[in-house]
């Protein structure tokens, strides 16, 4: 039974056994995950149930990091600690290192230069041979894949010029230039994708 106190995203609750189908094709032994944008914790929550000998560390700017908190206190669950403070637009994150890092729905919400700031402070958090995923409604050849992205992009737009869906081949050359190579980019239900990325 969902808590109505708690912050709730129907998108996240709709998305999560998906992503998770992909998330078990590459996470085996791995201890440690950082997730930037940690949003309602819906993600949080079902993935550290899902992953029980993963730590799986959220994150959120500062004003949403109680509300974040608020589910992560009610899950109580070893694995997932509380959020952290984290404005990818910060020089350092002041984290430590992690084996994976985990984002969704996050980089068509942030300004281009935040994107551009997420990718530069990306290696000083990864350990060697690590893993990004990052989920969301991506253009391809600066089209998008639908009308109803096309629509969304517009919305964004309406709540904040800064914001758009972002271009598939941008946010590759970023990872490239970070020294990430792409391991998949993964067809999802509602229009969106999972692109994985490896250190």
């Not at 096309?150 to 709540?159: G, N, S, V, Y």
């Amino acid at each position: 039974m969902l808590n109505d106190r708690l912050p709730f995203s129907q998108a996240c609750e709709n998305n999560k056994q998906p992503i998770l189908k992909v998330l078990k094709e590459y996470i085996s032994d791995q201890e440690s995950l950082l997730e930037i944008a940690g949003g309602t914790g819906q993600h949080g929550e079902f993935f550290a149930r899902s992953f029980p000998n993963l730590l799986w560390q959220t994150s959120d700017l500062p004003g949403s990091v109680a509300d974040l908190n608020l589910r992560i206190s009610e899950a109580n669950l070893h694995n997932l600690p509380p959020a952290l403070i984290l404005d990818v637009n910060d020089s350092n994150w002041n984290v430590k290192k992690y084996q994976l890092l985990f984002t969704a729905n996050s980089l068509h919400i942030m300004s281009e230069k935040s994107v551009e700031n997420f990718f530069s402070r990306i290696p000083n958090v990864l350990q060697q041979s690590a893993l990004v995923f990052i989920y969301g409604p991506f253009k391809y050849d600066g089209n998008f894949t639908t009308k109803s992205n096309a629509e969304f992009d517009e919305w964004l737009k309406e709540k904040d010029l800064r914001s758009g869906v972002r271009d598939f081949e941008a946010i590759s050359e970023l990872a490239v230039s970070v020294g990430l190579s792409l391991v998949a980019d993964v067809q999802m239900p509602s229009n969106n994708q999972l692109l994985v990325f490896s250190r």
